[in-house]
């Protein structure tokens, strides 16, 4: 299985709406990232948050990270077209990058 | 000024052929990936060199022998074509200690007829 899981799998909002995308993964880990994938591209990576940190913002992205839970969140304030992607969270274990399954978002005009 | 390129974009091929992807990074970082991305999307790490060296290789068929002729440039040879190779394949780079911030090429998306 997956060291990393999202949900939802797909999220269809209205521009100007927030988007949340949730993390779950397995082992403990020393930090997590964030990536977005455009349609036909490579990844970019978007954010990383450390263990010992509960909250980091980039602009209008806001990830959050509960260690007890083993999980992360990634919100999209304010959405934009431009914002359709998929979004990956990752996390890196013995030196090995391990991909969530990935949330399609959709920011309808 | 493309940081991590990967040649070709589209391949499409016939079962039981051989063929090559390429990948050039000119960010100077010393570690190189190939992952390979299923239809659902789903992103698995198949190698890992550093400094021309393999780190990772995970349960990949033997018709896959990446190789790097230098630091800033990891090929990836496919033998003998199966249907099931069809994907994208991508190249990523990063610096040794820095395994969680990837550079990421455009993909090469490879169909097998």
């Known amino acids: 299985s997956q060291q990393g899981e999202e949900d939802p799998q797909a999220l269809s909002i209205q521009e100007g709406e927030n988007a949340t995308m949730n993390c779950s993964y397995k082992?403990?880990?020393?930090?997590l990232q964030w990536y977005r994938q455009n349609s036909g591209r490579g990844l970019v990576h978007l954010i990383l948050?450390?263990?010992?940190?509960r909250e980091k913002h980039s602009g209008r992205l806001r990830v959050t990270l509960d260690t007890s839970k083993k999980s992360s969140s990634l919100l999209i304030t304010a959405s934009r077209a431009a914002d359709t992607a998929s979004y990956f969270c990752?996390?890196?274990?013995?030196?090995?990058?391990?991909f969530g399954d990935g949330t399609t978002l959709t920011v309808k005009p | 000024d493309t940081a991590v390129s990967q040649t070709p974009k589209y391949l499409v091929t016939q079962m039981g052929n051989d063929k090559s992807i390429k990948c050039e990074q000119n960010?100077?970082?010393?570690?190189m990936y190939w992952y390979k991305q299923d239809s659902k999307k789903f992103l698995k790490i198949m190698f890992s060199?550093?400094?021309?060296?393999?780190?990772i290789n995970e349960t990949v068929p033997n018709r896959f022998s990446p190789k790097s002729p230098d630091k800033a440039h990891l090929n990836l040879h496919i033998n003998s074509l199966e249907l099931g190779d069809s994907a994208v394949y991508f190249c990523?780079?990063?610096?040794?200690?820095?395994?969680?911030?990837?550079?990421f090429g455009p993909g090469t998306r490879l169909t097998v007829t």
């Open positions: 960010l100077g970082h010393d570690t």
């Open positions: 990523a780079s990063s610096q040794p200690d820095r395994v969680h911030e990837q550079y």
């Open positions: 082992t403990s880990i020393n930090n």
């Open positions: 948050i450390r263990s010992n940190e």
């Open positions: 060199y550093n400094n021309k060296e393999l780190i």
């Open positions: 990752a996390t890196v274990v013995a030196g090995k990058s391990t």
